[in-house]
């Protein structure tokens, strides 16, 4: 199993981010798929999830309404655009498959 993410950086507040996650290793198209961050000292927390059909969606209250978690089966890659970025989404964000596998993450900083 590899997930492999990109596209994050440094961004003003207010600001729009979209990470990507490259998957192998498993059957995608029938797997469930998170992200998670982790922001320096604290826990790792769930951000959000999607369905292995991506009919079913669920997020983490501090980021509904501003996030949004999507999938494309036939590129094995799971999206998080990330709207209306706030310095507390400051974080590294993980891809996470199965509960076990993780990417090696990547950094998203907002700040003005």
């Known amino acids: 199993v590899q997930l492999v993410e990109s596209g994050g950086g440094l961004v003003q507040p207010g600001g729009s981010l979209r990470l990507s996650c490259a998957a192998s290793?498993?059957?995608?198209?029938?797997?469930?798929m998170s992200w998670y961050r982790q922001a320096p000292g604290k826990e790792r927390e769930f951000v959000a999830a999607?369905?292995?059909?991506?009919?079913?969606?669920n997020y983490a209250d501090s980021v509904k309404g501003r996030f949004a978690i999507s999938r494309d089966n036939a590129r094995r890659t799971v999206f998080l655009q990330m709207n209306s970025l706030k310095p507390e989404d400051t974080a590294v964000y993980y891809c996470?498959?199965?509960?076990?596998?993780w990417g090696q993450g990547t950094q998203v900083t907002v700040s003005s």
């Open positions: 290793g498993f059957t995608f198209s029938r797997s469930s």
């Open positions: 999607i369905s292995w059909i991506g009919g079913t969606t």
């Open positions: 996470n498959y199965n509960s076990r596998y």
